[in-house]
């Protein structure tokens, strides 16, 4: 039988999309390429990060971001509209 976490539901609160407040959210992943010249490697290797997107308008809030990589995305966003 699993363990539930002890904890009630009335002591949770709901996370909302920053841009569209929907709150529901999809798992999508986020891909850093490391250059092999820092890692040693023989290649570039690439690192899979999750995170959540928004299910209605694909909005990632900061929160779901790795904090090093919040300002990176925002560059992300502002080139692609
Ligand atoms: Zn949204």
Known sequence: MQQQMNLRLEDTTPIECDKCK????????????????????????????PVFACHKCNHVNDEFLPPML????????????
């Open 70 to 81: 919040r300002s990176d995305y925002v560059e992300i966003v502002e080139e692609t509209k």
């Open 22 to 49: 929907g709150q529901l959210f999809k798992e999508v992943t986020l891909i850093r390429k490391a250059s092999r010249f820092v890692t040693n490697m023989p290649q570039d290797s690439m690192v899979p990060i």
